[in-house]
C-alpha cells in the first residue's frame, strides 16, 4: 500500500496453511487447467477454445462462432454480469479470493517462488532492513528473473488463447501476436514485482462497486467482537478471546487487520481465517474469524433468497434457456445474398428477364469432412434458376453468382419478393430478397 508519505509500504504476507488454503490451491490448479489446456486440445480440427479475432472467428468445443453470432457474445457479456451481481449478492467476494487472475497467480507463482527464494516474512523484512549485501543482491536477481520468466510464460498461455498455440510457442506466429506476449509481461512483471495489491485497493472497478451488490445478508469474511473482546491479557486464551498474537495479520496480503471491521481492500482470500483456526484450535477454542455475515453477526436470520438474488438469480435462469434455445436452432453456416451491384435486371434475347445475384457461403462446421450445399429460389412457380451446388470445406467461404430467369410474359410487378433456400445437412435457411422487371422493356435490353 500507499503509507501517508506517499511512498510504497512494503507487504510480507506470512505463509500460512489450513483448510481454505488448500481449497484455495485446488481452485487455482483447476483455472490453471482451464487457462493452460484448451488451446492445446483439438476438437474437430480446431482447439478447444481459440478466439481469433483477426478472422472474427471463436472455436469453441467444436462449434465456430463468427461475426454473424455476436448476439451470442451479447448474451454472453450479459450473463458474465448476472453471474457476479448474483454470486456477489450470495457469497461476496469469492471472485477476489479464489477465482481472480492476479490472485490465482499471485498466490500460485509469485508468492511460492518469493518464499522459496527469500525466505518467509521475518526473513523477508530482515533482509530488506538490513540494507544491500551480496546475499540480498543474487536473492532479488534470482526473484526478479523468476518473475520474468512467469510473467513470459502466463503472457504466452493468455495470448494462446487468441493466436493458435502451437506456432505461437514454436515462433511460428506474426509480430502483432508478438507485442502481445511483450505487451502483457509487461503488466504481470509490473504487477508482480511492484504493483500487486494496490491493483486490488486502487485500481479494480470491481472492488469499488462491489459493495453496491451486498447487504447485510451476504457472505463475507469477519472477526467475532463479541467473542472477541477485549482481546489480550492474560485470561483470553482461556475464555477463548482474542490473545492478540497478530497472526491473522500478518498473514493478509493486503496489510489490513480483520479486527477493525469489514474493509474495501479485504478480497475475503481466507488466509486470516486458517490464521486463526490455527491459534484457537491450539487453545481448544473456536476460531474468532470466520465466513459470516453482518446479519448473522447481529444474531438476525440470514436468508439464501432475498429480493436481490432471486432477481439476479432469475435473469440469470432465464439468460442460460434463453442460449441453450438459440444454440439449439443455430445453424452451422451462413450465407448472404446480394444483387450483383450495379445491375437490376436484364432483358435475355429469348424473352426471359434476368435477375443475378451474389450469393455468399460460409461453412462453420468443425471437422475434416466437406459439406455440400444446395441452392433452390422459392416464390416465382416456373423461374429458372441456375446455381451450382457447391461443397465447401470447414471454415472456407465462397461466393457463387446466382441467375434467376423468369418469362417476359409472366406478368410479374416491378418488384416480386422471393426467396432464396439453402439447404445442407444440417438444416436449411431461406434468405428474403426481390426479382425486378421494368414495365415495358425491348429484348436485349440491359438496366443499371
Ligand atoms: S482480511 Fe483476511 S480475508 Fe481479507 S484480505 Fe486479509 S487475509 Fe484475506
Ligand atoms: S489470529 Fe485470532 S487470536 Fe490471533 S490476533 Fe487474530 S483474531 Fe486474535
Known amino acids: 500500500m500507499l503509507g501517508f508519505s506517499g511512498t510504497r509500504e512494503w507487504v510480507y504476507p506470512q505463509s500460512i496453511t489450513g483448510r481454505f488454503t488448500t481449497l484455495r490451491r485446488w481452485t487455482f490448479f483447476a483455472l490453471h487447467l482451464i487457462l493452460l489446456v484448451p488451446p492445446w486440445v483439438m476438437v474437430g480440427g480446431h482447439p478447444l477454445l481459440l478466439i481469433d479475432i483477426p478472422a472474427r472467428q471463436v472455436f469453441l468445443a467444436g462449434t465456430i462462432f463468427t461475426s454473424s453470432d455476436s448476439f451470442f457474445f451479447l448474451l454472453l457479456l450479459l450473463f458474465l454480469a448476472f453471474a457476479l451481481f448474483f454470486f456477489t449478492s450470495l457469497w461476496g467476494r469469492l471472485w477476489c479470493g479464489y477465482a481472480c487472475p492476479q490472485t490465482v497467480f499471485l498466490e500460485t507463482w509469485i508468492r511460492s517462488l518469493e518464499i522459496w527464494i527469500e525466505g518467509d516474512r521475518s526473513q523477508r523484512k530482515r533482509r530488506d532492513r538490513q540494507g544491500w549485501s551480496f546475499d540480498r543482491v543474487w536473492r532479488k536477481v534470482a526473484k526478479w528473473a523468476s518473475f520474468l520468466a512467469v510473467s513470459i510464460l502466463l503472457a504466452m498461455a493468455i495470448v494462446s488463447l487468441f493466436a493458435p498455440a502451437r506456432e505461437l510457442w514454436t515462433g511460428g506466429s506474426g509480430s502483432l501476436a508478438y507485442s502481445f506476449v511483450a505487451f502483457f509481461t509487461f503488466l504481470w512483471y509490473l504487477d508482480f514485482t511492484w504493483f500487486r495489491e494496490q491493483f486490488c485497493n486502487f485500481l479494480c472497478p470491481y472492488a469499488r462497486f462491489q459493495s453496491a451488490l451486498t447487504d447485510d445478508e451476504t457472505l463475507l469474511i469477519g472477526y467475532d467482537p463479541a467473542r472477541g473482546e477485549p482481546r489480550g491479557g492474560k485470561e483470553a486464551a ?145 423461374a429458372q434458376v441456375l446455381a451450382q451446388d457447391v461443397e465447401l470445406a470447414s471454415t472456407e467461404t465462397r461466393t457463387l453468382p446466382l441467375i434467376v430467369r423468369v418469362p417476359q410474359d409472366q406478368g410479374l410487378g416491378r418488384t416480386t419478393l422471393i426467396e432464396v433456400r439453402i439447404v445442407s445437412p444440417d438444416g436449411e435457411i431461406d434468405i428474403p430478397t426481390t426479382f425486378k422487371t421494368g414495365a415495358t422493356i425491348d429484348a436485349g435490353t440491359h438496366r443499371d
Do not use: W
Not at 498473514?251 to 486458517?274: K, S, T, W, Y
Not at 451491384?341 to 445475384?357: A, E, H, M, Q, V
Open 238 to 382: 482461556v475464555d477463548g478471546r482474542c490473545i492478540a498474537c497478530q497472526k491473522c495479520v500478518v498473514v493478509c496480503p493486503q496489510g489490513i487487520d480483520i479486527r477493525d471491521g469489514f474493509q474495501m481492500e479485504c478480497i475475503q482470500c481466507a488466509r486470516c481465517i486458517d490464521a486463526c483456526v490455527s491459534v484457537m484450535d491450539r487453545l481448544g477454542h473456536r476460531t474468532l474469524v470466520e465466513y459470516t455475515s453482518l446479519a448473522e453477526q447481529e444474531g438476525r436470520t440470514v436468508r439464501r433468497l432475498r429480493p436481490r438474488t432471486v432477481v439476479y438469480g432469475g435473469l440469470l435462469v432465464a439468460l442460460v434457456a434463453f442460449g441453450f434455445t438459440l444454440m439449439a436452432q443455430r445453424l452451422p453456416f451462413e450465407a448472404t445474398v446480394n444483387r450483383v451491384p450495379g445491375s437490376l435486371f436484364t432483358l435475355d434475347p429469348d424473352g426471359y428477364i434476368r435477375n443475378t445475384y451474389l450469393l455468399k457461403i460460409t461453412n462453420n462446421k468443425p471437422g475434416d469432412a466437406p459439406v455440400e450445399f444446395q441452392v433452390s429460389v422459392e416464390g416465382i412457380p416456373g
